[in-house]
C-alpha cells in the first residue's frame, strides 16, 4: 500500500529531525551532518522515485479522483481546519472509530502522557543501557519524553488536519497506526508507577478489549459480518460504546457526551500531572517492592 507512506511523512520527518539532535548531542557536529547528508539523499530518492512512478509528489497523483483537484486534494477539497478539531479526542472516543470504543485500555493514553510531561526530568546516564531503562522507569529524561511525546503528538495532529477523515469503511485507528507502539510505551510506563488495584483496573480494561477483539474475530469467520464494516456494528463492542459519543451524528446527546468526556479527560490529566510534580522524589511501588524483598 504505497499511499501509507505519503500519511506518515510527517511522523518521519519528526523522527529525522530527533535523530539529528540528538546525534549533535551525544556524538559530534561531523556525525550529524553526515545523517544529515544521508537523510537529505533518501529524501531525493524518495520524491524522484514518485515523480518517476506516479508522475506527481505523492501516489495520489495517479489516482483518478484526484485528476480535477490535484493530488494535493487528498487533505480535502474545502477543508474545515477549525472543524477538524473535534478529531482531537475524537480519534479516542469516537463510537465507532475511537480507539477507545474497541480497546479501552487506550484512555490511559492521555492521562500517561499528561503524567509524564508532568514529571520532573531525571538526568541522563551516560553509562550503561541498563542505567538509562532505570532512570527511565523513575522519571524520564527531557531527551527520552522529547523521543516518545514528540512522534505521538506529530502522528496525532496528522490525523486531526491533515488526514481527510478519521471514519471510513477500514478500521479504527488506521491514521494513528504508526504511533501507537510509542502510545503503549507511555501507558506501561505510567501504570507501572500505579498501585496494584490501579494496575489490576488497567489489566481488566485491556481485557476487555481483547475480548472485543475475540467476538469480531469470531463473528467475521462465523460470516455475520465483515471486517472492514464492523466499526458500523456498535453490537460488537456494547456497553462502552453508548457512552461515547457519534461524531459523525453530534446530536445533543453526543455534543453533551463529548462535552462530558472533555471534561473528564481534562480532569484526569490536571491530577495526574500534579501527583506526579509532588511524588517526583517517591519510589515507584515495583521500586518499594523490590527494596523490601532485600
Known sequence: ????????????????????????????????????????????????????????????????????????????????????????LGLLIDRDFGLAAWQPAWLLLVPAAAAMLGRRPARQP?????????????????????????????GWLTATYIALTMHGFWWPGRQLVVVLPVGVLVILWWVSRLSAPAQLLGAVAASWGLGIYGVVLWRGWAGDTTWVAAPDRIDLHWPLAWLLPDDRVLAGSDVLLYGLWTVLIAVACWHTGRRE??????????????????
Not at 494535493?72 to 474545502?78: H, L, M
Not at 541498563?130 to 505521538?152: C, I, W, Y
Open 126 to 154: 551516560r553509562e550503561a543501557h541498563s542505567a538509562a531503562l532505570r532512570s527511565f522507569a523513575r522519571g524520564p529524561s527531557l531527551a527520552q519524553r522529547t523521543v516518545l511525546l514528540v512522534p505521538l503528538a506529530t
Open 1 to 88: 500500500l504505497p499511499w501509507l507512506s505519503v500519511k506518515y511523512v510527517p511522523v518521519a520527518a519528526a523522527l529525522a529531525l530527533l535523530g539529528v539532535l540528538l546525534v549533535f548531542r551525544r556524538r559530534t557536529g561531523r556525525d550529524a551532518a553526515a545523517l544529515v547528508g544521508a537523510l537529505a539523499v533518501a529524501g531525493a530518492a524518495y520524491l524522484l522515485l514518485h515523480r518517476m512512478i506516479y508522475g506527481g509528489w505523492t501516489v495520489y497523483a495517479a489516482g483518478d479522483h484526484f485528476q480535477g483537484s490535484g493530488e494535493f486534494g487528498v487533505v480535502g477539497f474545502d477543508p474545515n481546519y477549525p472543524g477538524r478539531s473535534i478529531r482531537i
Open 277 to 294: 510534580r509532588t511524588t517526583a522524589d517517591r519510589p515507584t511501588p515495583a521500586e518499594a517492592a523490590s527494596r523490601t524483598s532485600r
